[in-house]
């Protein structure tokens, strides 16, 4: 199905091409009309004409038949274009008729892997993990929409020094009480005791790098302890995955361990195809274009000068075989922007070496972080930082605090505070431009006015509880839509744009931008709902098509927030 911006370029096309073949009509949402067209001053501009005149001439090589209603030349070389009503209506059947809701799949679906989250081994995941999850989250989630076939990659930290340090406090502890204190999610605690015995005992450190040695080495006994620290940090991180409900599960899970096998391969590749050099011991590239503040070129380090290998290898062999075994056609790191450089230096490598072709899109999708009230980074009053568990777990006692005036039941009182608790964090993240640092707020969060979570579920809620009074689960739709009213015709050419919103986020990969799109509607049906009665319309027909605008701006909504991983509760 084609949305509304595709059918209107089919038809302003033409006339641009007529002045200058390829020229970008440059086709906008507008609030002075439904669209503007602001493609013609740069347009005039290389043909060395007057705007105005230029704009007058694409109007009149418009076809508008059944589409267009009116076409207005404004300020000095914009176009404001009015759709017909009948077009728009004919759009908002066609989007009720589709389970996507007029959505179209990406017409270069593929597959695209997405690397987020990436919590370590026997840490607890603080308030720093929020970002990375629900924004990839979110990214899967709308790729599967566009017709991806989405593949989702938690790159854990589960490999390394730490580990001889670990697991000799495991054996030390005796292997029942240490994966019973695992077990019940206590890995800061695990983590911090073997760190304080590691700096104060030089025994404990001696066995601690032998153990390094044997981890490395593909000791069994070593690698069977390792697997329990592995597992019950797996087993632990699916919880909290569960609770913030995400889609991550332990089958994405593919830790920096996994690429081990690879490394060699990665160093004899690069070195048979000349790109390694020989920096302080260390085997390096300098991809071009790369310099220091000296302005000395920078090397990506692919192994150590103690011959260990580092994150780069690590990432190499990733690229590498998300590539060649997964097929990917796209591939995203959703990582903090701290790492924009050595991202940047990894894919320039395996293009170098040919293991990213030039068909195969990597982007890093960096993000901002999350800061405290003080505007640093965010911390428990005592200065640690805040777990992620520990963040759900006070959302959800205060979002039951918040409800715990309506007339709820108890089973449904916890429910409904789970999704609101959830609701409010998500959308707080999301709705704040991804490149961007954050204050977290939680009377903002969970408000029920503004740019909130709850506002739109409140939304949400409030239309299905119009259905409700009517003892009906929903409305027949399609072929009954008419708009009268200014507020009818504005809620729905908000609605329209819903396949605008999707592209727009996934152009940027900003979640922020759908966020924007569903506050907005929310904006227009309070505006409508408050204009133009529905249950007590003046007539049947003026009732059913408000039914069906109602209908149609749930179902938006709920598909909207499903792609923020946000549920849109039937009742608040």
């Known amino acids: 199905m084609h949305t509304l911006t595709q059918r209107l370029l089919e038809r302003l096309t033409p006339a641009f091409d007529r002045l200058e073949p390829g020229a970008d009509p440059v086709l906008r949402g507008s609030d002075r009309a439904d ?16 705007p105005r005149e230029v704009a007058e001439e694409v109007v009149a090589g418009i076809d508008t038949a059944g589409l267009i209603a009116d076409l207005e030349v404004a300020g000095p070389g914009f176009i404001n274009v009015t759709i017909t009503t009948d077009a728009l209506i004919a759009q908002l059947d066609a989007m009720a008729s589709d389970e996507a809701l007029g959505v179209p799949a990406d017409p270069e679906a593929g597959v695209c892997v997405v690397d987020y989250s990436a919590p370590n081994v026997a840490k607890e995941m603080h308030v720093g993990h929020l ?84 981890l490395q080495a593909g000791d069994a006994e070593t690698l069977r302890l390792w697997r329990i620290l592995v597992a019950e940090s797996v087993r632990y991180f699916d919880a909290v995955y569960s609770d913030l409900g995400v889609l991550l599960t332990e089958a994405d899970v593919v830790g920096e361990s996994s690429y081990n096998p690879l490394l060699e391969a990665v160093v004899d590749d690069l070195a048979a195809a000349g790109l390694l050099e020989d920096s302080g011991g ?24 103690d011959e260990g290998f580092g994150y780069a290898a690590t990432d190499l062999a990733a690229v ?46 960096a993000f901002g972080n999350v800061l405290g009230p003080d505007r640093k980074m965010f911390k428990t009053r005592a200065g640690g930082t805040v777990k992620l568990q520990d963040l759900l777990s006070e959302g959800i006692e205060r979002a039951t605090e918040a409800l715990a005036t309506r007339d709820h039941d108890a089973e449904t009182l916890g429910l409904v505070a789970r999704q609101v608790a959830m609701g409010a964090i998500k959308f707080a993240d999301l709705s704040t431009d991804r490149a961007r640092d954050y204050v977290f707020d939680w009377d903002r969060m ?30 027949p739709t399609g072929g009954s839509i008419q708009l009268e009213h200014p507020a009818e015709r504005a809620l729905a050419r908000h609605l329209a744009a819903l396949p605008d919103a999707i592209e727009s986020m996934m152009e ?16 227009h049906f309070t505006g409508f709902y408050e204009s133009c009665s529905v249950l007590n319309a003046p007539d049947e027909a003026t009732r059913a098509s408000r039914l069906e605008l109602c209908e149609l701006t749930a179902s938006t909504l709920r598909l909207g927030l499903g792609l923020l991983g946000i549920e849109a509760p039937e009742r608040m």
């Not at 979110?138 to 490999?159: E, I």
């Not at 408000?447 to 689960?473: K, M, N």
């Open 282 to 305: 260390a085997a390096c590239v300098f991809p071009p274009g790369f310099t220091n503040r000296d302005g000395d070129p920078l090397p990506l380090i692919v192994r150590k000068s």
């Open 35 to 50: 669209y503007q067209i602001n493609g013609v001053m740069p347009l005039a501009k290389r043909l060395g004409r007057n």
């Open 131 to 214: 970002r990375s999850t629900v924004i990839g989250d979110s990214l899967c989630r709308t790729l599967g929409l566009l017709g991806h076939t989405v593949v989702r990659r938690n790159h854990v930290g589960d490999w390394g020094t730490p580990f001889g340090m670990l697991i000799e406090h495991l054996i030390d502890l005796g292997e029942a009480q240490a994966v019973a204190g695992l077990s019940v999610g206590d890995l800061n605690g695990f983590y911090a005791e073997a760190r304080t015995k590691f700096d104060a005992d030089e025994g404990f450190q001696d066995r601690s790098r032998a153990r390094v040695v044997s």
């Open 320 to 365: 590498r075989d998300r590539v060649a075994t997964l097929g990917a056609s796209r591939i995203l790191y959703v990582v903090g922007a701290p790492q924009a450089q050595h991202f940047e230096m990894v894919f320039a490598v395996a293009r170098m070496a040919g293991w990213l072709p030039d068909d195969v899109e990597a982007v890093h999708v």
């Open 446 to 475: 969970l408000a029920f006015e503004g740019a909130t979570g709850p506002y739109l579920q409140y939304a949400h809620a409030r239309i299905r509880s119009i259905f409700r009074r009517l003892d009906v689960d929903h409305v």
């Open 508 to 523: 940027s990969y900003s979640p922020s931008k759908l966020c924007t799109y569903l506050y907005d509607l929310a904006q």
